[in-house]
């Protein structure tokens, strides 16, 4: 039997607790921490409290339909908080994945939130979102890696029937 | 649900596991423009699977250690965030890069409303999104100009930056009614949209009683608005005759520009006319 040196055992026993902490935290779905700045006028329109509240709500909403519906390969749980190129694009994207064999589990941790834009005809809102989140890619149901990524987000949502949805959803490099 | 939350536990205690083995960073561009071939080398020997990740795009390639990976031109088109992993026999290099929009090829151009008064001030809102080739939003400036043409020949011009990838303006309604061209210009790529500016409110009302046997014929003037503007045929116009205590009403569009009726000729009458906000003259008959 090979011998372990005793400082690399420890190191391994450390790193998998760390991991185990760690996994803990990835799979409790904890709620993500959001900042939403204040913005009374973002552009050409007066931006009411409810308005803002009702849009960060549907926003956030929008990550939790993203992340089941590439955790299980399945596009149609977009319907509800997407539509248009933002809808296209993701489902593209799972479809992309259930050829390759793989699936994605997108954990959002931390959303920084601005709202930027409110179209003076009231139909299209913009959001920046400084967020956080943690990435595990699997392929064929075997982990490859997670990858904790910060990044901002650029989102324009419109209003239907009784929510706003998520119409385009791009990094907007910092 | 205690299976579910125990089977990805262990699947994510593996990854972390295998991500201890992780490598230094993958030597990756930080930024490429969308649609755009590109190549990196990589290090070592043996096979490796490449997978590049995010919303926007999810890619999965063979790839041979101590070659180059190369990215053929439309490959990665999706503008975001990306994570790109290369799992290798004993190690996993990551990366992180973003994909940015192209080149400005399309205008979603949202111009409300498409019907509205003339000489409104602010009454016409111009919104553009701009896109590149991929459907991405351009989200550097770019200069956008609006055009508002009216049937006489006038002409408004603004211009305006597009901030995150939208540029707005607001615009007056013309003095006179009639179909305006609204256009948005990018570069050489151009949208249009048709404003309809219809007359407003008339400016005043005012109508001539004569008589007829034993009715009163009613005519109003020819109606305009505060512009000059006809007032469109079909505006309703009402005439009310109050006479011993009782009253009556009737409503007639405009024919021609006019409204006319006839109502009894009853001594001490008073009759009204009126359309929309708008009063017009009182009449004592006879």
């Not at chain 1, 994945?97 to 409110?118: A, C, N, S």
């Not at chain 2, 790529?189 to 400016?203: A, H, L, S």
């Amino acid at each position: 039997m090979m011998k372990i040196p005793w400082a690399r055992r420890y190191g391994a026993l450390l790193l998998a607790t760390g991991a185990i902490l760690s996994g803990i935290r990835l799979l409790a779905d904890e709620e993500p921490a959001v900042r939403v700045a204040n913005a009374d006028s973002v552009g050409p329109r007066m931006l009411e409290v409810q308005t803002r509240t009702a849009v960060v709500r549907d926003y956030l909403a929008a990550w939790q339909s993203l992340s089941h519906a590439f955790n299980e390969n399945n596009a149609s749980v977009l319907d509800a908080d997407f539509t248009g190129i933002a809808r296209e694009k993701l489902s593209d994207t799972i479809e992309g994945q259930q050829k390759l064999g793989i699936r994605t589990h997108y954990q959002d941790r931390k959303h920084d939130i601005r709202l930027v834009f409110y179209s003076p005809e009231g139909l299209s809102i913009q959001l920046l979102d400084t967020v956080e989140y943690d990435v595990l890619i699997l392929d064929h149901d075997k982990p490859q890696a997670t990858q904790h990524v910060r990044t901002q987000y650029l989102a324009v949502l419109t209003p239907t029937e009784v929510r706003w949805k998520v119409r385009i959803l791009q990094s907007a490099p910092q | 649900m205690k299976l579910r939350f125990s089977s990805m536990l262990a699947i994510w205690v593996a990854a972390a596991i295998a991500g201890f083995a992780q490598a230094p960073s993958l030597e990756w561009p930080k930024t490429i423009e969308a649609g755009r071939s590109f190549s990196v080398s990589t290090a070592g020997d043996g096979k490796a699977v490449l997978y590049i990740v995010g919303p926007g795009q999810a890619l999965r390639r063979d790839v041979q250690l101590g070659q180059k990976i190369v990215l053929a031109a439309g490959e990665i088109h999706n503008a975001g965030h990306y994570s790109a992993l290369l799992v290798g026999p004993s190690s996993t290099q990551t990366a992180d890069f973003d994909v940015t929009a192209s080149q400005t090829s399309n205008l979603s151009f949202l111009a409300k409303p498409s019907r509205l008064p003339v000489d409104l001030h602010d009454g016409i809102s111009g919104v553009v999104y701009v896109f590149d080739a991929f459907q991405n939003l351009v989200l550097t400036s770019t200069e956008v100009s609006f055009e508002l043409s009216e049937g006489g020949g006038a002409t408004q011009t603004r211009t305006a930056s597009t901030h995150y990838g939208a540029a707005w303006v607001r615009l007056d309604s013309a003095p006179k009614s009639g179909v305006a061209q609204f256009l948005a210009r990018a570069g050489n790529i151009v949208e249009r949209r048709v404003v309809q500016e219809v007359p407003g409110d008339p400016c005043s009302l005012r109508m001539s009683a004569r008589r007829s046997g034993t009715l009163i014929e009613l005519e109003t003037e020819p109606l305009r608005d505060c512009k000059g503007n006809a007032v469109p045929d079909g505006t309703i116009v009402t005439f009310t005759e109050r006479s011993n205590g009782t009253e009556s009403t009737v409503d007639v569009p405009l024919k021609r520009g006019v409204a006319r009726t006839n109502l009894p000729a009853s001594d001490g009458a008073t009759i009204s006319v009126a359309t929309g906000v708008v009063m017009g003259n009182e009449i004592r008959w006879p």
